[in-house]
């Protein structure tokens, strides 16, 4: 394989563990808070996807407006499903909050087959992102640009508000405990919301990304991507918002790689995640930049 | 009320219901029919899950690849030579399969036999980890299974499936295996064994103080829940006689829970009920897929608005009524008679 061949790739690569890292984050926080693993995350980065595409084709909306405004939308979603399935199981075993989550994840996806259709939906990719560019000779496209571009930028912002603010430092502390974090003055339901909110956004923000890079729209969309990015979050170690991101790219540059090394195996790419995912529990399971934490009682 | 006659109404239901199954076999219409086969199937799976969950307090998601294992298995070993050649057109079975054809007892045990072999071989991992850990990672394995499925095109046909399998599957088979499930864990529930398996799900450190050999037991209930499940496949196969990789996806593993929740976790008259409502409101809520007339409104039906239902059903169980019909309470003879207890008195006084 080429020099160029490789950087080609690795910009590939790279693009698809930004849009992974996006979406493991938003795991990584919620289970960082609730340990939960929120089954229904996957399906809020569908049902955004379709959002922006309706935006465009049903509202007529400029591509940016429906693109900024699916953003907000989602995490108010996001905020509903915590408030109506997850908040009142708070108390309960941790497994009937996780019952719940495969609950919410099935009604989103049946309620897309009913309402989106079972056909798949194309999505706009604005002229902005179709260019070609050509980097010595790696040709990108300008899209795979601005998803690096993007996703480490809101990635950026992320990890400001998580470690400078005094939000992200009351979430820091809701997640390393619960009660206490209640006993020092702090809003827990409003935090947990907010979690819910930004989590949501962000999968928002990487489902656009992602529609442009895979323009094809279909209610179960966001399964695939979603348990692909648990296990991102679960490798970089659950809870860690770093090791999400490092998950994230780790998974992406290495899903394209196998792929781009060895095409007999295309066939089994999905396996690839479970099995490093598998190998990782066993190995370290807490991830690589997890700690080693008491199981919450 | 004594042991003995608790004896005797069970096995006078049981005839009472083996009559009811030879009678329908014979008299109900096929949809009926099939219907009930589901709800026998969907027993056996429910039961299994019940197993590792209910008892043993170990959250399984891989259910959809232990049911593709035995149902693969069967409907390999049961489909007829003609047939196996026109379903694999594009790639040849393999040597020693395409040869083989023999009668559906052999091939269900060995279906299950199979897939309680997975059950082993995925449990060693999994089981060394804890509550959604466990739970993702079975997910994993399941899909795993699915992926090599689909990719296997000298053995399973690929995402073509496999079309034409006998169907052997009638009421006695999937009620007799339905009936054999419950029995076998409801021994093992009442054994020692089972004991083990419910102090675990209560209290592993405490159980492991006692003595209980934690690894082992769990392994034991999940084998045991696989092998059944894989047994359930292969009715399943016989069944539906066409089977394909996206019959088992996630969404069959997540029917199972829905099945189970329902019902009660930890009581298998629960897991019977379940799947009994389960099946029902899947065929009832049928007509809400397809437009309705209500004199002169006509309300537009959409192609899976009965799952959306459903699910809703499923959210609100788990949100308000946790416990689901049964919670953790068995159905027995005592407790029934109890009903009818005040009936009786009151005829005595009035006599």
């Known amino acids: 394989m080429s020099l160029d061949m490789l950087l080609q790739h690795l910009a590939n690569g790279i693009s698809l563990g930004g849009l992974y890292a996006l979406i493991a984050v938003g795991y990584t926080m919620v289970y960082g808070i609730l340990r939960l693993i929120n089954f229904a995350h996957g399906d809020i980065f569908m049902i955004s996807a379709y959002m922006a595409f309706y935006g465009v084709a049903l509202f007529a909306l400029p591509w940016y407006a429906s693109f900024l405004l699916t953003i907000p939308l989602a995490a108010i979603l996001g905020m509903a499903v915590e408030r109506v399935a997850y908040r009142p199981l708070r108390d309960a075993p941790r497994?009937?909050?996780?019952?719940?989550?495969?609950?919410?994840?099935?009604?989103?996806?049946?309620?897309?087959?009913?309402?989106?259709?079972?056909?798949?939906?194309?999505f706009p990719r604005p002229a902005l992102f179709a260019l070609q560019w050509n980097i010595g000779r790696v040709r990108v496209l300008s899209l795979t640009f601005f998803i690096i571009l993007i996703s480490v930028a809101i990635l950026a912002g992320v990890f400001y508000l998580v470690y400078r603010t005094k939000t992200g430092r009351a979430m820091r502390a809701v997640s390393w405990d619960f009660g206490i974090a209640g006993l020092m003055g702090i809003n827990i339901n409003r935090t947990v919301s907010l979690t819910f909110a930004i989590g949501s956004a962000l999968a928002a923000a990487g489902s656009i990304m992602w529609g442009m890079k895979f323009p094809q729209l279909l209610p179960l969309m966001g399964v695939v991507p979603g348990l692909k990015c648990f296990i991102a979050a679960v490798v970089g170690g659950i809870g860690s918002i770093p090791g999400a991101m490092l998950g994230g790219f780790l998974l992406g540059v290495g899903e394209i790689m196998i792929v781009a090394f060895f095409p007999e195996l295309a066939g089994y790419k999905y396996a690839f995640a479970y099995l490093a995912l598998i190998l990782v529990l066993l190995w370290k399971p807490t991830g690589l930049l997890g700690k080693v934490a008491e199981e919450k009682a | 009320?004594?042991?003995?006659?608790?004896?005797?109404?069970?096995?006078?239901?049981?005839?009472?219901?083996?009559?009811?199954?030879?009678?329908?076999?014979?008299?109900?219409?096929?949809?009926?029919?099939?219907?009930?086969?589901?709800?026998?199937?969907?027993?056996?799976?429910?039961?299994?899950?019940?197993?590792?969950?209910?008892?043993?307090?170990?959250?399984?998601?891989?259910?959809?690849?232990?049911?593709?294992?035995?149902?693969?298995?069967?409907?390999?070993?049961?489909?007829?030579?003609?047939?196996?050649?026109?379903?694999?057109?594009?790639?040849?079975?393999?040597?020693?399969?395409?040869?083989?054809?023999?009668?559906?007892?052999?091939?269900?045990?060995?279906?299950?036999?199979?897939?309680?072999?997975?059950?082993?071989?995925?449990?060693?991992?999994?089981?060394?980890?804890?509550?959604?850990?466990?739970?993702?990672?079975?997910?994993?394995?399941?899909?795993?299974?699915?992926?090599?499925?689909?990719?296997?095109?000298?053995?399973?046909?690929?995402?073509?499936?496999?079309?034409?399998?006998?169907?052997?599957?009638?009421?006695?088979?999937?009620?007799?295996?339905?009936?054999?499930?419950?029995?076998?864990?409801?021994?093992?529930?009442?054994?020692?064994?089972?004991?083990?398996?419910?102090?675990?799900?209560?209290?592993?450190?405490?159980?492991?103080?006692?003595?209980?050999?934690?690894?082992?037991?769990?392994?034991?209930?999940?084998?045991?829940?696989?092998?059944?499940?894989?047994?359930?496949?292969?009715?399943?196969?016989?069944?539906?006689?066409?089977?394909?990789?996206?019959?088992?996806?996630?969404?069959?593993?997540?029917?199972?829970?829905?099945?189970?929740?329902?019902?009660?976790?930890?009581?298998?008259?629960?897991?019977?009920?379940?799947?009994?409502?389960?099946?029902?409101?899947?065929?009832?809520?049928?007509?809400?897929?397809?437009?309705?007339?209500?004199?002169?409104?006509?309300?537009?039906?959409?192609?899976?608005?009965?799952?959306?239902?459903?699910?809703?059903?499923?959210?609100?169980?788990?949100?308000?009524?946790?416990?689901?019909?049964?919670?953790?309470?068995?159905?027995?003879?005592?407790?029934?008679?109890?009903?009818?207890?005040?009936?009786?008195e009151r005829a005595r006084q009035e006599g």
Request: aromatic content about 12%.
């Open chain 1, 95 to 122: 497994i009937s909050a996780l019952i719940s989550a495969i609950g919410v994840s099935l009604l989103f996806q049946n309620f897309a087959v009913v309402v989106f259709g079972g056909r798949p939906k194309a």
């Open chain 2, 1 to 344: 009320m004594s042991r003995q006659t608790s004896r005797i109404l069970t096995a006078i239901s049981l005839i009472a219901l083996f009559v009811f199954l030879r009678w329908a076999e014979g008299n109900l219409d096929p949809y009926l029919r099939r219907i009930l086969n589901l709800i026998a199937i969907n027993v056996i799976w429910a039961v299994t899950f019940n197993l590792i969950y209910g008892y043993t307090g170990q959250f399984s998601l891989g259910h959809a690849g232990f049911i593709a294992i035995g149902a693969y298995t069967t409907a390999l070993l049961t489909l007829p030579l003609a047939q196996k050649e026109q379903n694999f057109f594009l790639t040849p079975l393999i040597w020693p399969l395409s040869n083989i054809h023999i009668p559906f007892l052999p091939s269900l045990i060995l279906g299950a036999l199979l897939a309680g072999i997975a059950g082993i071989l995925i449990g060693i991992p999994s089981l060394q980890l804890r509550g959604d850990y466990m739970a993702l990672v079975t997910l994993g394995f399941a899909e795993v299974i699915r992926v090599i499925s689909m990719n296997l095109q000298s053995i399973t046909n690929g995402s073509l499936g496999l079309k034409g399998i006998p169907g052997y599957t009638n009421l006695l088979w999937s009620w007799g295996c339905a009936a054999f499930t419950i029995f076998i864990v409801r021994m093992l529930a009442n054994s020692s064994y089972g004991r083990a398996f419910k102090a675990i799900r209560e209290d592993e450190i405490a159980a492991e103080t006692m003595g209980v050999s934690i690894f082992y037991h769990k392994l034991m209930a999940f084998a045991i829940a696989a092998l059944f499940a894989g047994l359930g496949g292969g009715l399943f196969a016989n069944l539906i006689s066409t089977i394909d990789p996206n019959v088992f996806t996630y969404i069959l593993s997540y029917q199972v829970v829905t099945v189970v929740v329902l019902g009660g976790v930890g009581s298998i008259t629960g897991n019977v009920l379940g799947s009994a409502i389960y099946v029902s409101l899947f065929e009832l809520l049928r007509p809400f897929d397809q437009p309705m007339t209500f004199g002169s409104i006509t309300i537009p039906g959409r192609p899976g608005l009965r799952m959306v239902m459903l699910s809703i059903i499923f959210l609100l169980v788990i949100l308000f009524y946790r416990r689901g019909l049964m919670g953790s309470n068995e159905f027995s003879w005592r407790w029934l008679l109890s009903k009818f207890q005040p009936l009786f």
